[in-house]
């Protein structure tokens, strides 16, 4: 949880790292307690599209989730590519700023779904 990327703040901006924090504690993911989170695939099913599914770990709470994935041909191996999906960050007990949990936040509420995406890269 080390690695949280915040890309759509210039990286130079003092306000890209303050967010950076911000996610990291215990508003959110809190990165001290909670250092990783993990994905166990269960099943990948094979079609006119890839679909992966498995078990999603975040803050030592498991959920099963389903995503597609594009598999590309390296000269050196293989790339896996998630297409970008959205998680609902409540199911991990990150409650901060939830319309779900607070009513009275008016238009100062965050958004309960954050987007994932990733690449993997298998070499020979």
């Not at 303050?18 to 504690?25: E, P, R, S, Y």
């Not at 099913?45 to 994935?69: C, R």
């Not at 990150?94 to 690449?119: G, N, R, T, V």
């Amino acid at each position: 949880m080390n690695s949280i990327v915040v890309l759509d703040i210039p990286a130079d901006d003092e306000y890209n790292a303050k967010l950076v924090g911000h996610l990291k504690n215990g508003d959110f993911f809190d990165v001290e307690n909670n250092p990783t989170a993990t994905f166990q695939i269960k099943e990948v099913v094979n079609g006119d599209t890839t679909l992966v599914k498995g078990d999603l770990t975040i803050k030592g709470i498991t959920k099963t989730i389903e995503f597609l994935v594009t598999l590309v041909q390296t000269e050196t191996g293989i790339e896996l590519i998630g297409d970008a999906f959205k998680i609902d960050r409540t199911e991990y007990n990150i409650q901060y700023k939830s319309q779900k949990f607070f009513d009275d936040l008016k238009d100062k509420f965050i958004d309960d779904a954050f987007e994932i995406s990733f690449k993997v890269s298998a070499t020979k």
